[in-house]
């Protein structure tokens, strides 16, 4: 008896407090809705390896959105009592208190474990976000060059701005449509078809604007826009069947979670799971069997009350301990779950103390006023972290803020997102030596550059390189960025038969590409992942062969190995970012040299030099007996992340490469 009334209390309060953040007709199956949502992209995101397809919340987030917002206003449009500023008031103290929360404690947290560079990344990705702009931002960094998703505290406010995007254009269509008498239900499926078109063209293409780009990603939000219009002018249609609609929305949901995944062309057609899925658990109504029972539940629905703020929290939760520990890596279990739950206490504080006070029934003209002027101050913080001028706790720290293609990307006017082209040191039409490789190679062009420079003997050179383009003809990978660099390196093979080119220097990430990486070999219809033994093989005679035929035609063939590569060489670990003592990173640190390394090594020496090239060895300047040095004799790192050396090392003591460019 006692658990059926503290049951029944248990969901009174629920409904209560939902109610009261709501109009009269509030429905908490909707909320229940919003906790799937919710769980599934902090599922995906705490445990990617688990819940592959979790980011599907975020397209139910935007029908459901699309859903809510057009019933408001084709409602007081129709009665002619829709207001601008009254909608705009009331999306402000709905979005604005808990986002700033958020971004301060990003911001303070930000100052005291991040480096310098970092720090600055932060301070504009939170004016972006300031702006509900971080999904354009995001838009024009993406690439190869990157940083690492786990590295941006904001990344996952890129929804919030399309979704604000959406506020902002769509009332103005509406009362447009309404105006000059065009029907609405005409203007809602024109728009969706548009920008399901565009995403398609954006898949096609392989852009990341599939993603990040508002045209192509509002016709989520317009099934949304659709469904809220058919309930209003044609609600027939969806009164048949409602229990069939509500356990079909629940299973297409499901199988979009299951199915889908980060090697899957997302959104596209792939999206229509999650939003027809979430669109049926709408219209299926308050009572169908799935919503009652199990959307309608009060932990759904307190999950669904507290959805804003938890997605807020979640991210920068998860990714300020990737920080601290390796942005390369999946976090351990139980860190992962500590996160959560931090999230959860942090998303509940903000629910009762932040967002309630500023959603309440009362509408005052000075919380909106005030919300506004916080943001804009939020947003001059933002520009100031951003700036030369700020200084993090830890700015006396001497951290890398170039990368591999810094050297490239600042002398090339034309440089390609992905790294992939052909670039020249000196004169290309009097180049003679030919470089052909990935990121291995760019590493070294800034002291290439130095030592042609400096010797007037040295030659001119041609980079024929792009990031993860494996030099061995015949090996290609499923990831979609790397499609250009089949083409560029079938080129560079047939630049380096002509007479310009006397010496063909070929170097790649090998340990990557042989020992973890997802790169196979084809021939004769079949295809050898490249970490397997007979992948090597076949790899490496392939690389043989093509050496072989350019010597035989006279010219000096060299092979770079691969310089070391280990987690351990990311020096941003917690013990240096949470400490309080450390001034700097300590000298002739050392890691344990990779024995799979070691041996990768030495099976392309024997494999190779037989053929006539010459093997250069990088793992000798910073490895001797059995260990690798992390830091050099005054503290400064080697290594800029896991993989590449720290391009201010490379220029000063990359000598082992000289000989390339020199008589």
């Known amino acids: 008896m006692f658990m059926n009334w503290a049951s029944s209390w248990s969901l009174k309060r629920t409904l209560d407090v939902g109610g009261s953040l709501h109009n009269t007709h509030y429905r908490p199956d909707i909320d229940g809705i919003r906790a799937i949502a919710v769980l599934s992209v902090v599922l995906c995101h705490a445990a990617p390896d688990l819940v592959r397809g979790g980011f599907v919340g975020v397209d139910i987030f935007f029908v459901i959105s699309g859903y809510l917002i057009s019933n408001i206003i084709i409602q007081k449009i129709s009665v002619r009592k829709f207001s601008i500023l009254n909608f705009y008031n009331r999306r402000i103290r709905r979005i604005f208190p808990a986002l700033m929360v958020v971004m301060l404690f990003l911001m303070l947290a930000g100052w005291f474990c991040l480096f310098r560079s970092e720090f600055s990344s932060l301070g504009q990705h939170i004016m972006a976000s300031s702006l509900f702009s971080e999904n354009v931002l995001l838009w024009s960094e993406a690439g190869y060059f990157d940083a690492a998703s786990t590295t941006k505290p904001t990344l ?7 979704e604000e995007q959406f506020y902002l254009l769509w009332p103005a269509i509406l009362l447009i449509s309404k105006k000059f008498r065009v029907n609405t239900g005409l203007v809602i499926i024109f728009l969706l078809i548009a920008s399901f078109s565009i995403n398609l063209k954006d898949i096609q293409s392989g852009s990341s604007s599939a993603y990040y780009s508002p045209f192509g990603r509002s016709w989520e939000l317009m099934v949304g826009s659709l469904l809220s219009y058919i309930e209003k002018v044609y609600p027939k249609i969806l009164s048949y069947q409602k229990t069939l609609q509500s356990v079909a929305g629940a299973v297409m949901i499901t199988a979009a979670i299951i199915l889908t995944g980060p090697d899957r062309a997302f959104p596209g057609v792939w999206a229509i799971l999650p939003t027809v899925g979430t669109a049926l658990l709408i219209s299926a109504g308050a009572n169908a069997f799935f919503n009652r029972n199990v959307l309608s539940a009060p932990p759904m629905v307190w999950c669904g009350l507290i959805s804003y703020p938890l997605y807020l929290w979640h991210w920068p939760i998860l990714s300020s301990a990737h920080i601290c520990a390796d ?21 509940g504080l903000t629910f009762w103390f932040v967002e309630k006070p500023f959603r309440g029934a009362v509408e005052t003209p000075g919380k909106t006023v005030f919300l506004v002027a916080a943001m804009v101050c939020v947003l001059g913080v933002g520009a100031w972290i951003s700036s030369p001028l700020s200084a993090p706790r830890l700015s006396h720290f001497d951290a890398p803020d ?45 002291r290439l550059d130095r030592i042609r420079l400096g010797d007037p003997a040295a030659r001119d050179v041609t980079f024929a390189i792009g990031g993860g383009c494996i030099p061995i003809r015949g090996v290609t990978t499923p990831d979609r960025s790397r499609q250009k660099c089949w083409r560029l390196r079938d080129s560079a093979f047939e630049m380096a038969k002509s007479k310009q080119f006397s010496r063909i ?9 042989f020992l973890h990486g997802d790169y196979s070999i084809s021939a004769h219809g079949k295809s050898t992942p490249l970490t397997s033994s007979e992948g090597r093989t076949r790899a490496l005679e392939a690389l043989r062969a093509d050496v072989r035929s350019l010597i035989a035609s006279g010219k000096q063939v060299i092979i770079l190995l691969d310089n070391p590569e280990s987690q351990q060489f990311y020096l941003g670990r917690a013990s240096i970012r949470l400490g309080f003592s450390l001034k700097n990173f300590a000298a002739n640190q050392t890691i344990p040299a990779d024995h799979q390394q070691i041996l990768l090594g030495e099976d392309m020496e024997t494999r190779l030099q037989p053929s006539g090239a010459t093997l250069i060895h990088p793992m000798t300047a910073v490895c001797a007996s059995n260990v690798c040095k992390v830091t050099d004799d005054t503290g400064k790192p080697i290594y800029k992340d896991t993989a590449h050396f720290n391009p201010d090392w490379a220029i000063n003591n990359a000598s082992f490469l000289d000989s390339t460019v020199l008589p």
Do not use: M
């Open 156 to 162: 996952h406010l890129w929804s919030l701005a399309i």
């Open 327 to 347: 942005p390369s890596s999946t976090l351990p279990r139980v860190t992962a779950l500590a996160c959560v739950a931090a999230a959860f206490l942090a998303a």
């Open 505 to 513: 220097v070929i170097g790649g990430a090998w340990n990557w590409y």
């Open 402 to 446: 170039k990368t591999e293609w810094s050297f490239l990307k600042a002398r090339t006017p034309s440089f390609d997102e992905d790294g992939v082209g052909l670039y020249s040191l000196g004169d290309p039409a009097r180049a003679s030596v030919l470089f052909i490789g990935d990121s291995r190679i760019a590493q070294y062009v800034a």
